[in-house]
């Protein structure tokens, strides 16, 4: 079972940016979060993780709580190519990545 | 492009059948793993091989097989096919193959099995 909650959808305007929420409340101590997205029917895509300091590379920021029970992953100027399924993942064992549903992110003009 | 290949693209094949998907993983990567994405199931782990060896066992059925040769490229096999068999494969690489360390899988494009 994934260990992660994420809404099923969300819309947003092209050029605005794309807040994805996720929680992980049950996250251990050292257990990194992982997101991936996949557009269609392609092979995941990695976009970044973290364990517990805010990261950001080319694609996306992640903010994750102090707490570490949930994250936020940005995409800063979201554009129609951006419109995918984006999974939240904490691995379970630490090899295996769990993906859940995941959320659909319509990207709108 | 994630630097993984998968071949073939597509295969078609009958029930009954046995085919073999190959994967190459990213250059410096040990490890690699294979993963199932039906329609009513969504992505599926199957299995983990880490410098030729088994490290991870998911939902794999004993019809299939998979195994990682000394160059690091690995070959899923499914035999006995099955109509339910019908899915998207993909493979993914990593360097240490252990998550738990910041490790990244990167993923290949695929391979669509069709069984009629």
């Known amino acids: 079972d994934a260990k992660t909650t994420q809404p099923p959808s969300m819309d947003c305007a092209e050029g605005r940016a794309a807040n994805l929420p996720c929680n992980h409340s049950t996250i251990s101590g050292n257990e990194y979060v992982y997101w991936y997205r996949q557009i269609h029917s392609q092979g995941p895509q990695y976009i970044i993780h973290?364990?517990?300091n805010n990261e950001t590379n080319e694609m996306a920021s992640l903010i994750i709580t102090e707490d570490r029970k949930s994250s936020t992953l940005i995409l800063p100027h979201a554009t129609l190519r951006d419109t995918a399924v984006y999974y939240c993942i904490v691995p379970e064992y630490g090899n295996k990545l769990v993906f859940g549903a995941g959320t659909i992110l319509r990207v709108k003009s | 492009d994630s630097g993984v290949t998968q071949t073939p693209k597509h295969l078609i094949t009958a029930t009954g059948q046995r085919v073999t998907l190959r994967c190459s993983p990213r250059s410096g990567d040990l490890s690699v793993y294979w993963y199932q994405q039906s329609l009513d199931q969504g992505l599926q782990f199957l299995i983990q091989y880490y410098n030729g060896e088994e490290r991870a066992k998911g939902n794999i059925l004993e019809r299939f097989s998979a195994q990682q040769f000394p160059d690091l490229h690995s070959e899923l096999n499914l035999s006995s096919l099955e109509l339910g068999d019908s899915a998207l494969y993909f493979c993914?690489?990593?360097?240490?193959?252990?998550?738990?360390?910041?490790?990244?899988?990167?993923f290949g494009p695929g391979t669509r099995l069709t069984v009629l």
């Open positions: 993914a690489s990593s360097v240490e193959g252990r998550l738990a360390g910041g490790d990244t899988q990167y």
């Open positions: 973290g364990l517990k």
